[in-house]
């Protein structure tokens, strides 16, 4: 983290002889009325105005439009199948409704799309022509849509709540950037079912206000994690109960988490917390100074506990089971890297107690490294019985130990830098799961420290994947299902490198670039500078 190491588009059938014909009532002129502006289409008319008694007109006059393309959005939806007509736009009469039986379930769905497209919410009034219908049904995946705009008006359905908002997101999106949503059908399903970023709010301070900005634009980029880095040195930035002596001056309060936390469910996103430890633990050892590792020579490295006393874990247990409750979500992360005394060359000579609490519980063979797999299993056993998903920073694991860390925990990878590093493949083909934290691509470190440069959505868009787990090279494509998805990263290792204001400018087009990759791991199919353009026009 940190500062001491730091489906293919598919084109119609064969459609060019499916034409919609317009009958057009003949003015008193004589003259018949033609297509709407831009459509593209022709008109015919009679070559004069006929008697009474003369036949109709003919040929009748006739418009077309030409096959409708993917609506112009940011993630791109899969596949598009094109159809012929004049799509759809909100009008006077446009309102949004939703199915009977869905009604509970889809409500604050359709009431934001309907605010969002300042149209009425009319619940579970009939679809009238023009209108938005919302409801759940099919058997896709999990987060997937189907969109339909057909007769002039438009029907989004999704096995899951969060794939109906999905559609809504890109009806918001193809609104913003043309007007309009084409005609024809979108499927769409994202590549990844973790799609996240991740705020150090520990290292520096963020407003709850601030918070939430994040979370509305993550949630029309279809990405579904935020993650709450809130205990390191520098500070501890949400208030206790336990241990209100932790908390650095600065902070959130436990009612703005709890809004956070509400804003984030209704917008389908999933708040994962983190009090990282063995390491990373200075605001509650400035509290705690006798938590303090300390070696053989007296060094005090900062940020250790020492985790040969029990009381090192009882305060770490004690805050672990208060947030608990206060995050509700299915996720948390545990920590566990950059632990110091693993970073020196001989950790059992540079920290003798922690070999002697080795042995004491491991026998003979026991290592420093055995403790601190010891210390992470027992953090998950605090954290399991609530159901969430553990993961754990990549350094938090170690090979050829007497003990190894409990098979349900996911690996967070971020580096390859640290001693003894382990390709992400070693993880992997032990059957781990694996969440990518690429710090070459998604490290958004403030004031660019020991050699991490502020990262380009370029770079992301053109080069990086779910499968890059480390530097460049993706990892074998069959280890593709053990790869969840991806998050980017903002770390406050220089906290007045930049305003909030700043940074929320500096990762807007990394973040879009890595909202569309987890989404859709392919070669995207519109230039670097194409996608720039369109990112600005749908937000």
């Not at 940011?74 to 012929?84: D, G, N, T």
């Not at 969440?435 to 080069?463: A, M, S």
Request: charged content about 20%; hydrophobic content about 40%.
């Amino acid at each position: 983290m940190r500062y001491s190491i730091r489906g293919p588009r598919r084109g119609p059938a064969l459609l060019a002889a499916a034409v919609a014909l317009a009958t057009v009532a003949a003015c008193s002129n004589g003259s018949s009325a033609g297509p709407p502006a831009g459509t593209g289409g022709t008109t015919s008319t009679g070559a004069s105005s006929p008697a009474a008694s003369s036949p109709p007109p003919s040929p009748t006059p006739t418009r077309t439009y030409p096959l409708s393309k993917a609506p112009q959005v940011v993630p791109a939806v899969l596949a598009h199948r094109a159809a012929r007509g004049p799509g759809w736009k909100p009008g006077p009469g446009t309102g949004v409704v939703v199915a009977e039986k869905d009604a509970f379930a889809l409500a604050d769905e359709a009431r934001l799309i309907a605010a969002e497209l300042r149209v009425p919410y009319r619940g579970t009034a009939a679809a009238r022509p023009g209108d938005v219908s919302l409801a759940l049904g099919g058997s896709g995946a999990a987060e997937s849509y189907t969109l339909t705009v057909r007769d002039g008006g438009i029907r989004i359905t999704g096995p899951d709540q969060a794939g109906v908002f999905y559609g809504t997101r890109t009806l918001k999106q193809a609104v913003r950037s043309t007007g309009s949503m084409p005609e024809g059908v979108v499927t769409d399903a994202p590549a990844k079912p973790q799609r996240g970023l991740m705020v150090d709010i520990a290292r520096k301070y963020y407003t709850a206000d601030w918070i939430e900005d994040r979370l509305r634009e993550m949630a029309d980029l279809k990405l579904n994690q935020l993650g709450l880095h809130f205990s390191d040195d520098q500070g501890f930035r949400i208030a206790s109960d336990t241990h209100p002596e932790v908390v650095s001056q600065r902070h959130l309060s436990k009612a703005e988490v709890r809004r956070i936390v509400q804003l984030a469910a209704s917008l389908h996103i999933t708040v994962v917390p983190e009090i990282d430890s063995p390491g990373h633990l200075g605001a509650v050892i400035a509290a705690h100074p006798g938590l303090q590792l300390v070696s053989a020579t007296g060094r005090t490295p900062r940020g250790a506990v020492d985790i040969s006393k029990p009381a090192s874990a009882r305060i770490v247990d004690e805050l672990l089971r208060e947030y608990a409750g206060l995050f509700p979500g299915a996720y948390w992360n545990l920590g566990g890297d950059e632990y110091v005394a693993l970073m020196s060359k001989n950790p059992e000579a540079t920290y003798p107690q922690l070999a002697r609490a080795a042995t004491a519980r491991y026998g003979p063979s026991g290592r420093v490294q055995d403790l601190a797999t010891g210390w992470l299993n027992d953090r998950a056993a605090v954290v399991r019985p609530t159901g969430k998903a553990m993961r754990a920073w990549n350094d938090g694991f170690f090979a050829g130990g007497v003990t190894s860390a409990d098979k349900d925990l996911q690996v967070a990878y971020w580096t390859g830098k640290e001693i003894g590093a382990r390709p992400p493949v070693s993880y992997l083909s032990a059957g781990r799961k694996m969440i990518n934290y690429n710090d070459k691509y998604l490290y958004y470190v403030l004031g660019q420290p020991n050699r991490f440069v502020y990262p380009t959505g370029r770079l992301i868009y053109e080069q990086w994947t779910p499968l890059v787990l480390r530097g460049s090279t993706p990892v074998p494509a069959r280890y593709d299902s053990q790869v969840l998805g991806g998050s980017f990263a903002i770390w406050g290792d220089l906290p007045n490198a930049q305003t909030q204001a700043q940074v929320a400018a500096g990762i807007r087009m990394p973040l879009t670039a890595t909202a569309q990759k987890l989404w859709d791991a392919r070669k995207p199919a519109i230039s670097w500078a194409a996608f720039q353009a369109l990112a600005v026009r749908v937000r």
